[in-house]
T-cell receptor
């Protein structure tokens, strides 16, 4: 059973470009969570999605950030017009509907130059 | 305001020493409590979790944690550490109805010297 798969592992973008981060949850998991870890800080919750629905986006910045979890395919975290402050590690986690544990991917490290 | 506070940012100790990492939280309502570990270059892994029942929880790799409700604490312990326990440790809480919406502490970097 493959774990939570995130790609790419490393992503470099110039200021103003778009970043697309992908997350494939574990098999049978229908809940996906995105977290951001800024340097020297703990992980911060961004958004919670179920298939085709955003359940809780209370941690998402109001502008430039969006997330989706389509019926088919991975969950996507999209950052438009990236700025240096977006440089961080972005982690995805998934859980089953009745599970009590979130499994994490290895993260995508975004560097904005 | 909701918060999770880990007492130490860095801990250095020798093999066979005992480890205790402090974690306090401030959260309205009933919570689930977790300790995660991140070994160098790897993803976060769950060490142990507390939902209800016995406040002393045993996890993997010889770790345990004790929930003290009156102190809003969930401290992690291991009686005798090994070099392979070198990692970053994160305390986290979540609402009971949203397992994956975790609020993390800032983490404690633990270095175990041979």
């Amino acid at each position: 059973n493959a774990g939570v798969m995130q790609n790419p592992r490393h992503l470099v973008r110039r200021r103003g470009q778009e970043a697309r981060l992908r997350c494939s949850p574990m098999k049978g998991h229908s809940h996906v969570y995105w977290y951001r870890q800024l340097p020297e800080e703990g992980l911060k919750f961004m958004v919670y999605l179920q298939k085709e629905n955003i359940i809780d986006e209370s941690g998402m910045p109001k502008e430039r950030f969006s997330a989706e979890f389509p019926k088919e395919g991975p969950s996507i975290l999209r950052i438009q017009q990236v700025v240096r402050g977006d440089s961080a590690a972005y982690f995805c986690a998934s859980s089953p509907p009745d599970g009590a544990e979130a499994f994490f991917g290895q993260g995508t490290r975004l560097t904005v130059v | 305001a909701q918060s999770v506070s880990q007492h130490n940012h860095h801990v250095i100790l020798s093999e066979a020493a005992s480890l205790e990492l402090g974690c306090n939280y401030s959260y309205g309502g009933t919570v689930n409590l977790f300790w995660y570990v991140q070994y160098p270059g790897q993803h976060l892994q769950l060490l142990l979790k507390y939902f209800s029942g016995d406040p002393l929880v045993k996890g993997i790799k010889g770790f345990e944690a004790e929930f003290i409700k009156s102190k809003f604490s969930f401290n992690l312990r291991k009686p005798s550490v090994q070099w392979s326990d070198t990692a970053e440790y994160f305390c986290a809480v979540s609402p009971t109805d949203s397992w994956g919406k975790l609020q993390f502490g800032a983490g404690t970097q633990v270095v175990v010297t041979p």
